[in-house]
């Protein structure tokens, strides 16, 4: 299958930080990626959905300036987490549409102590 | 808005024993996909599904998309350790914007 690069694959950071995630579809061009968030023993909840080129669509409930979503090219999407509280330590993922199916990364393990 | 409802929750089985998890929907689905997480890791998809009454299989794994567009299931045969993981059905709705959305998952432990 398509292959997505995520990175960092976990990070620590202090409260009031800023962290940013990659997220890179390495062998197809992804118009269409999206960033979820999942607490541990839970299902992936949809945070935003990222249109190259355009400002990103957020669910509902979920802060745009506090998860900044850039996307940039066909084949990078970017996931800041700003002023980073321990409450927004969780594992974040991203995925990338292909033609009709959608892959994932490998996720990012966020701490913020 | 559209929800899936995945069952069991979890299950507990011996190796060789065969498995069976669905998902359901109060509204048509146009696409069912079929997921495994492991731990720390991100989901891997299994099986794709994109017609109604579509049967697919991988390796031991089968999937059916359902005739009324609103089930799916997936089908596990002669279950080996290393099947243990989470697995999670999704879908993608009516509006086509490609969001895909999730079953609440299914945890599966194999006993050697």
């Known amino acids: 299958g398509a292959v997505v690069s995520q990175h960092p694959s976990w990070v620590i950071c202090k409260s009031g930080t800023s962290v940013k995630i990659e997220c890179r579809s390495l062998?197809?061009?992804?118009?269409?990626m999206f960033w979820y968030r999942q607490f541990p023993k839970q299902s992936l909840m949809l945070m935003a959905t990222s249109n190259e080129g355009s400002k990103a669509t957020y669910e509902q409930g979920v802060e745009k300036d506090k998860f900044l979503i850039n996307h940039a090219s066909l084949t990078l999407s970017t996931l800041t987490v700003t002023s980073a509280h321990p409450e927004d330590s969780s594992f974040y993922i991203c995925s990338a549409r292909g033609f009709t199916e959608a892959f994932f990364g490998q996720g990012t393990r966020l701490t913020v102590v | 808005g559209q929800q899936l409802n995945q069952s069991p929750q979890s299950m507990f089985i011996q190796e060789g024993e065969d498995v069976s998890m669905n998902c359901t929907s109060s509204?048509?689905?146009?696409?069912w996909l079929w997921y495994k997480q492991e731990p720390g890791e991100g989901p891997v998809l299994l099986i794709a599904l994109y017609k109604a009454g579509e049967l697919t299989s991988n390796g031991r794994l089968t999937a059916q998309f359902g005739i009324t567009r609103k089930d799916s299931f997936l089908n596990i045969s002669a279950s080996i350790p290393s099947d243990v993981g989470i697995y999670f059905c999704?879908?993608?709705?009516?509006?086509?914007?490609?969001?895909?959305?999730f079953g609440q998952g299914t945890t599966l432990q194999v006993k050697p």
């Open positions: 999704a879908g993608t709705g009516s509006s086509n914007t490609g969001k895909l959305i």
């Open positions: 509204s048509i689905f146009n696409t």
């Open positions: 062998d197809f061009q992804a118009t269409t």
